[in-house]
């Protein structure tokens, strides 16, 4: 395959584009990434020099340069990953999701149609589904309903993923996955935020009861998701990926406080995130039984796994926690 990877600089594409180069290194990989605040090429500084891998700066809504990068290295398959992805930046500048994540996918679907491409997956999320009671999961054919921006952007790129399915016959399909965790996790999310937060002695914001509930998945049980959805996925359909692994927002910030030995004292409950979804939880089954899908981490061993990068990769996340960083941490959480 040719695939042109966009977003492959930031969190999951960046496992992704690792992933691929140690499974398929036949395969050719162009990133084509923005490097917005959240793209870091020093996420992909040992692959740099891969006769097979590619890196261009680029925006999704640029439609001529996304052309033009088809063409030169006859792509045959687009993997989306490029969008704005937290949640309560989605809450201060909702324009900015719109842009990258509605009007960015409508041109790469149509730069795909516009070139055949043999196939077009849109890595979406289960929040597009909405929020769930003390009960049940999302499956497949639960109605969409977003409650954030990020959210509703996220779920009309994969309206529009739809029509030019049903309308155009594109081979397309969506992934919609939950809450992923591991290495290269930009620190304004829960786990990193938590984990270097600690390291740095300072306090650990905890959103409302902190008793909401996410479903937790190693990313690279992720990427290996996609790449069978790559592989076999059928025409046109949706696949949930998650691997019932709930947990409670606060329980999760107690153990990375405990695993590191600090202090509990650093635990600030603060105000909670407007709209906030209560809970989380995907029926896997049908990647499960349809594509043989089955996740190979759990989370005891992924959170120490992922804590440890971490102590590892102190240079890494120092260097991102400076500058622009910090005038969104101030803005978010005061001073502290
Ligand atoms: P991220 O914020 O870490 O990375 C996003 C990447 O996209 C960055 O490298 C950024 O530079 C790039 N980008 C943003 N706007 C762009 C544009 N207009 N043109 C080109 N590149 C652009 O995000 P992530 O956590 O790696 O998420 C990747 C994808 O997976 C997103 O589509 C997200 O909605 C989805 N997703 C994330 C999770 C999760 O837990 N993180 C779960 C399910 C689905
Ligand atoms: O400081 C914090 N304190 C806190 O209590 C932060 C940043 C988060 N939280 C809570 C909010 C959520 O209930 O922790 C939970 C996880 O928050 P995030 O890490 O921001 O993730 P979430 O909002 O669940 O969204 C993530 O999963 C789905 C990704 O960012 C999305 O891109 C993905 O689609």
């Known amino acids: 395959m040719k695939l042109l990877v966009t977003g492959g600089a930031g969190f999951i594409g960046s496992n992704f584009v690792h992933h691929m180069i140690k499974f398929h290194p036949e395969d050719t990989i162009v990133n084509y990434d923005l490097l917005t605040y959240a793209g870091n090429l020093e996420n992909l500084k040992d692959i740099e020099g891969h006769p097979n891998y590619h890196f261009v700066r680029g925006n999704i809504c640029n439609r001529e340069l996304v052309d033009y990068v088809i063409d ?3 792509i045959d398959t687009v993997v989306n990953f490029a969008a704005e992805s937290h949640v ?3 809450i201060t500048e909702p324009d900015l999701f719109v842009k990258s994540n509605v009007l960015g ?3 790469l679907l149509d730069v795909a149609k516009s070139k055949n491409i043999n196939k077009y997956l849109q890595i979406s999320t289960d929040e597009v589904y909405g929020s769930l009671g003390a009960d049940g999961y999302f499956t497949e054919t639960t109605p969409l309903a977003p409650n954030s921006p990020y959210s509703s952007s996220k779920a009309s790129a994969d309206l529009m993923v739809r029509a030019y399915y049903e309308t ?3 081979n397309v399909n969506i992934t919609r996955c939950s809450n992923n965790y591991g290495p290269y996790h930009f620190p304004e999310k829960l786990i990193p935020l938590v984990v270097t937060n600690a390291l740095e002695g300072k306090e650990l914001p905890v959103y409302g009861d902190g008793k909401n509930i996410r479903d937790w998945l190693y990313v690279e049980d992720h990427c290996a ?9 059928k025409p046109g359909e949706i696949y949930n990926v998650g691997g019932h692994n709930e947990k409670c927002n606060i329980d999760i910030v107690e153990l990375i406080v405990d695993t590191l030995g600090k202090s509990r004292d650093l635990i600030k409950h603060v105000s909670d995130r407007l709209g906030h979804d209560r809970r989380y939880a995907i029926d896997p089954t049908k990647i499960e039984t349809e594509l043989g899908w089955k996740p190979q981490f759990n989370f005891d061993s992924g959170i120490k796994e992922t804590i ?3 102590l590892d990769h102190e240079d890494w996340w120092r260097k991102i926690k ?5 005038d969104y941490y101030k803005m978010q959480y005061g001073a502290k």
């Open 72 to 74: 030169q290295f006859d």
């Open 225 to 233: 998701a996609i790449d069978l959805v790559l592989h076999k996925g």
């Open 105 to 107: 996918t409508q041109t």
């Open 88 to 90: 309560d930046r989605s």
């Open 322 to 326: 400076s500058g622009e960083y910090m």
């Open 308 to 310: 440890q990068w971490y």
């Open 168 to 170: 155009f016959g594109m």
